[in-house]
């Protein structure tokens, strides 16, 4: 047997385990959405990075900052940063109204403050936002599957498919978040062990000059603020991470997420950062090949690595597509059950639209049509026109189901035209025309 088929069914058959075993006392819909409102702080923490960091950093930022140099790593820590910053203040606000309005759902805050129709449009966009971008991971799976075991892309996404939903639909969010939790550890490990491999590989360290000067030619002040604009405020804006604020068993364990993410992440952004940088410098020295692709330069890397990194570097890749995945299309679930269908007893429900919307990603997956790769890529510019919702529970008063229809269609809409006619920087207009509808429609409201 191939030894990355042996290595992947090993993987399956633990997280399979692990599902099976956290189903045990899920009996409402609390229990399968958010675990009950009953997670520690360690496991919070490392589901949150494990949802929050997919795929794209050991294939997406080790080639960005293979290929643009220091700014990525500015890149991703504003990320970090903003999300930290988010955090701090507002995971205790979250988590409290949570649970004194008895949230699942994170549309259930819409619907609170500005309508039922509003939380509705909102699991909509979110639809729309995240279906096409959850297919991306499943592809990245199957491509790894195909190039490692020699199984065809067909039955790749057919395997990706099975693990995303058999392990949400057997535990819920305690199946997702204990399987991420592993995984969380697996991928820091893997990543531990691929720097300082590629270190020795390379024989050390250095930031080619013209990577190291930001602004370049790449990284200039205007596309700086594009890109980080959406992944600042991703905390808030993301459904598959904001439902993430409402598991928490108290404040104490919202603190604790909130520190040991920060720990993780800052450690596992520099790690990832260091591997595409040291890249670099091993093309400069002729140690590496010079790979004009971004997205090929893990491949590459994995291409010239013993099996015994090579393989787990390849699954801790699957791992991060997988963890993402089956988070976003659980937390989907609980608002196309709960703020579109109304559904908010039964858990059958939740499982068989686990089911539905996999199968949807997976057609999505099978058909790899054009406008996906656009849409992942728009996600998160997409959602921001959420945030002055978000932001509006917390410190506005007026406005009510007209400002939250309006604000989200304009939003919606100045993102995916403005994409459509190629403009250059649609996250910034997104973000301005989104809080000026916001507070034009709050005050005719009143």
């Known amino acids: 047997m191939n030894d990355f088929i042996a290595l992947t069914i090993f993987y399956a058959v633990v997280g399979t385990a692990i599902a099976l075993y956290a189903r045990r006392g899920v009996r409402t819909q609390e229990d399968y959405f ?28 080790v080639g960005l900052s293979y290929k643009t140099g220091a700014g990525a790593l500015g890149f991703e820590l504003m990320y970090l940063v903003g999300t930290l910053f988010l955090l701090s203040y507002y995971a205790p606000k979250v988590w409290r109204l949570g649970k004194e309005k008895g949230f699942v759902s994170p549309a259930e805050i819409f619907a609170d403050r500005y309508g039922v129709a509003t939380a509705k449009l909102s699991a909509i966009l979110a639809l ?15 491509l790894i599957l195909q190039k490692n075991a020699g199984i065809s892309f067909a039955n790749g996404v057919a395997i990706a498919s099975i693990l995303i939903a058999l392990w949400a639909f057997l ?40 990577l190291a000067v930001v602004p370049n030619e790449f990284w200039t002040p205007l596309r700086f603020a594009t890109l980080t604009i959406p992944w600042f405020f991703f905390a808030l804006t993301n459904p598959q991470v904001f439902q993430r604020l409402f598991i928490p068993k108290d404040e104490r364990a919202i603190k604790r997420m909130v520190v040991l993410f920060g720990l993780f992440g800052l450690i596992y952004t520099v790690l990832v950062t260091f591997l595409g940088l040291d890249l670099r410098f091993g093309t400069v020295l002729g140690r590496f090949p010079n790979v004009g692709d971004m997205d090929k330069v893990t491949p590459t890397l994995l291409s010239l690595m013993p099996p015994w990194i090579s393989l787990p570097l390849a699954l801790s890749i699957i791992a991060a597509a997988v963890t993402t995945a089956n988070s976003i299309v659980l937390t989907l679930s609980s608002m196309v059950l709960r703020d579109v269908v109304g559904e908010k007893k039964r858990i059958i429900g939740g499982e068989i639209v686990v089911v539905v919307l996999t199968l949807v990603v997976a057609l999505f997956a099978l058909m790899r049509v054009n406008y996906i790769v656009m849409l992942a890529v728009l996600s998160s510019t997409i959602l921001l026109c959420q945030l002055p919702l978000i932001l509006g529970v917390f410190h506005w008063k007026r406005g009510g189901e007209l400002t939250g229809l309006a604000t989200l269609t304009i939003g919606f809409l100045t993102a995916i035209v403005l994409s459509a006619m190629r403009f250059g920087a649609v996250s910034i ?16 409201e009143g």
């Open 34 to 61: 958010i675990g009950g409102r009953n997670v520690g702080g360690i496991v919070s923490a490392l589901t949150y990075a494990a949802t929050t960091y997919s795929a794209f950093m050991m294939v997406g930022l």
């Open 128 to 142: 729309v936002a995240l279906i096409p971008y959850t297919s991306i991971q499943m592809i990245g799976v199957a």
């Open 171 to 210: 535990g819920g969010l305690r199946g997702v978040a204990w399987t991420d939790a592993v995984q969380g550890v697996f991928m820091l490990t893997v990543a531990v062990a691929a720097v300082l491999w590629t270190y020795n590989y390379v024989g050390g360290f250095e930031i080619p000059k013209e």
């Open 429 to 444: 207009p997104t973000f301005a025309v989104s809080f000026v509808a916001f507070a034009v429609f709050s005050l005719i």
